[in-house]
């Protein structure tokens, strides 16, 4: 028996109207009936991947949507950006004007970027042709032909917004038709397989196109397919075919049903209008299979309602036994003062948290604003390592998750749930099992690749004791004991304690107080003297507006002593591929 047709179906969540809660109504049928993915909008993808988590639903997006006409640094950062996030499968949508015109070279390479990064990370790719805009077969075989070369793993009919205006003056489009897609799988070769999207809104026309080949489905209508599937195995194996030749004239209204058309479209009624609607036309048989989704949502609705304690898996006690170490050791550096300690706390401050944290962490390994060898790349990380904030995996994979969901659900130290809560206590709560793991693989797998990166991670606190005794030593051997202790207590202790509470306040103050130059869906701030503590990461607001840039400070007067360190690495050959221009302030687009 062949398996569920929900198993080739992914499931388009691409509305511009869906809300965050349409979303998570979404996720939760795709999840109800084991589709095979999801196709959410790229703003969507981090949510997707924490509803999906625990699922087998694949998290897709799109990318170049609709009509393919960004360009192909765009579309590389859009895909890369999408992978970052959580997604494993990227639909990406052609030039079409470039097809059109047959620029063939152009088509190539802009398909070759995508479908490299998206390999890179692990994703699959399907390309869009957008066929309701190509008046002849010859471009489609020959787009065929470029996916094949490039390894693309599928070749898709419609974004199912590739509307055209016909002579009427009104606009159709006719998405997954069955000479299109035996045109397809006929040019698509054995490796590369086909998916049907536009119009497919019942479970005829998907069996008819599984049946034909495809392997996959897009669609919106997947309860109504699934519903007419269930419906239609229950009455052969009863013997009778009626229940679903009814069910099949009331979903498209005919004059048998009188003119109840079921909601106008079942593609984006809900479940409980379905019900509802059934039983109004006396076609119960298909009543229970909606009354179990609806049921199954209801309960998964239920238990995100609940939203269980963050402390369920108790006390991260390593964690909190090494902040509070940290803090004790601090109490002690008065007693040990020498100038040549103080001098050495603000140079390994700068060191550790103007060049770890901030250029290294931040802005390299984060957001990649700027490129260097892979050697520098490890030692800056490694000065990272030493400001104590964490392994670069860690740090990284929080501050990305961080970005996907700015003071909402799922942000990990969002000051709306408390300033104390954003400024530490996030911290200490316990992670469930294998917790990290799923961190790392979801918001830094392109740091998991260096062998370097998990290596820093696994032996964190050796780098701290290792330096803390090599402190020691040159204080003492060059001067005297007490001067070896005043290196530890300055060097290691108070050092430590002031750059981690000068990056927690990025976290706190920064989402409270300040002035914002961009309107973000956050709470982002610039706040002067969080920027003069952090090496410019102050200008908080101007971070979230534009998260990739390389440098934090957009006003003359907004230092960012960052980004002059990074102009100092670019002029001597140790950095490239700069992210610097800063947009026009009317170009940014509010999102509040």
């Known amino acids: ?223 109504t397919i699934v519903a007419e599937e269930q419906a239609a195995l229950r009455d052969i194996s009863s013997g009778t075919c009626n229940a679903f030749d009814q069910f099949q004239a009331i979903a498209r209204g005919s004059p048998e049903q009188g003119t109840h058309d079921m909601a106008t479209d079942l593609s984006t009624a809900s479940e409980l209008e379905l019900v509802d609607d059934l039983v109004e036309t006396g076609n119960e048989a298909v009543v229970p299979v909606y009354q179990e989704a609806v049921e199954a949502e209801a309960q998964e609705a239920a238990a995100e309602a609940k939203k269980p304690s963050v402390w369920r898996h108790g006390v991260d006690w390593p964690v909190f036994a090494w902040i509070a170490f940290l803090h004790v050791g601090a109490l002690a550096a008065p ?100 917790g990290q793991d799923k961190l790392f693989s979801r918001y830094a797998p392109d740091l998991l690749k260096d062998p370097f990166m998990p290596f820093l991670h696994r032996t964190f606190l050796l780098w701290h004791w290792g330096l803390g005794f090599a402190l020691f030593l040159t204080g003492w051997y060059f001067w005297n004991a007490y001067t070896g202790w005043s290196f530890v207590f300055w060097g290691i202790f108070l050092r430590l304690v002031v750059g981690l509470h000068a990056t927690w306040l990025v976290n706190s103050a920064t989402h409270m107080w300040g002035y914002r130059n961009y309107e973000t869906s956050d709470d982002s701030r610039n706040l002067w003297w969080v920027a003069a503590l952090t090496f410019g990461e102050g200008w908080h607001n101007n971070h979230h507006a534009f998260q990739r840039l390389a440098r934090n400070g957009h006003r003359w007067w907004e230092f960012d002593p960052t980004f002059l360190t990074i102009r100092v690495m670019q002029a001597v050959g140790l950095a490239w591929k700069v992210v610097d221009r800063i947009p026009q302030f009317r170009e940014k687009v509010a999102r509040g």
């Open 1 to 223: 028996m062949s398996a569920s047709i929900a198993s080739i179906i992914d499931h388009s969540l691409l509305h511009p109207t869906l809300t965050d809660e349409d979303l998570g109504h979404g996720c939760a049928v795709a999840e109800t009936y084991c589709v095979a993915s999801v196709c959410v909008k790229p703003c969507d993808v981090a949510r997707a991947a924490e509803f999906l988590a625990e699922s087998d639903v694949a998290v897709g997006t799109v990318v170049g949507f609709p009509h393919g006409a960004h360009t192909t640094d765009t579309k590389v950062f859009e895909a890369r950006q999408a992978c970052v996030q959580g997604a494993t499968e990227l639909d990406m949508v052609v030039n079409v004007g470039r097809v059109l015109g047959q620029d063939w070279a152009y088509v190539q390479a802009d398909i070759q970027a995508v479908t490299e990064v998206a390999h890179e990370m692990k994703a699959l790719v399907k390309v869009i042709f957008e066929n309701d805009f190509l008046p002849h077969d010859v471009y489609k075989i020959r787009l065929c032909e470029i996916c094949r070369s490039l390894g693309v793993d599928f070749v898709k009919t419609s974004t199912g917004f590739g509307f055209v205006k016909q002579p009427g003056g009104h606009y159709a489009y006719e998405g997954a038709t069955e000479s299109d897609i035996r045109l397809m799988l006929e040019n698509c070769g054995p490796d590369m397989r086909v998916k049907a999207a536009g119009g497919i809104r019942d479970y005829a026309a998907a069996l008819h196109l599984r049946d034909l080949g495809v392997a996959r489905i897009g669609a919106t209508a997947t309860a």
């Open 335 to 434: 007693f040990f003062f020498t100038w040549k300690a103080v001098g050495l706390f603000f140079g390994l401050w700068w060191l550790t948290g103007g060049i770890g944290i901030c250029l290294g962490y931040h802005r390299l390994l984060t957001h990649g604003s700027f490129q260097t060898h892979p050697f520098m790349r490890r030692l800056i990380a490694v000065c990272g390592c030493l400001a104590g904030e964490g392994s670069p995996l860690m740090w990284v994979a929080t501050h990305r998750k961080h970005h996907a969901f700015s003071d909402q659900e799922g942000d990990p130290h969002t000051p709306r749930d408390g300033g104390w809560w954003s400024h530490v206590l996030w911290l200490f709560p316990g992670n469930e099992e294998g």
